[in-house]
């Protein structure tokens, strides 16, 4: 089994701690700095988890 990387920087859990998410039937693995960016510019994750495009991005305020 190859070790997970970051979805977004490609960090491993040797670099920095990693969150395993599940979508589609397949597991990703996303790192706490990136997590952002799944939440609030999904599309920027198109390349790399298929169908993030349509994600609606969340807006907060801050």
């Avoid at 960090?11 to 996303?30: F, H, K, V």
């Amino acid at each position: 089994m190859s070790e997970m990387t970051c979805l977004n920087c490609g960090r491993t859990s040797q670099d920095i701690p990693l969150l395993s998410l599940s979508y589609r039937g397949e597991t990703y693995a996303i790192c706490p700095q990136c997590l952002p960016v799944l939440i609030h510019k999904p599309h920027i994750l198109a390349q790399k988890l298929p169908g993030a495009e349509y994600f609606d991005a969340v807006n907060h305020e801050h």
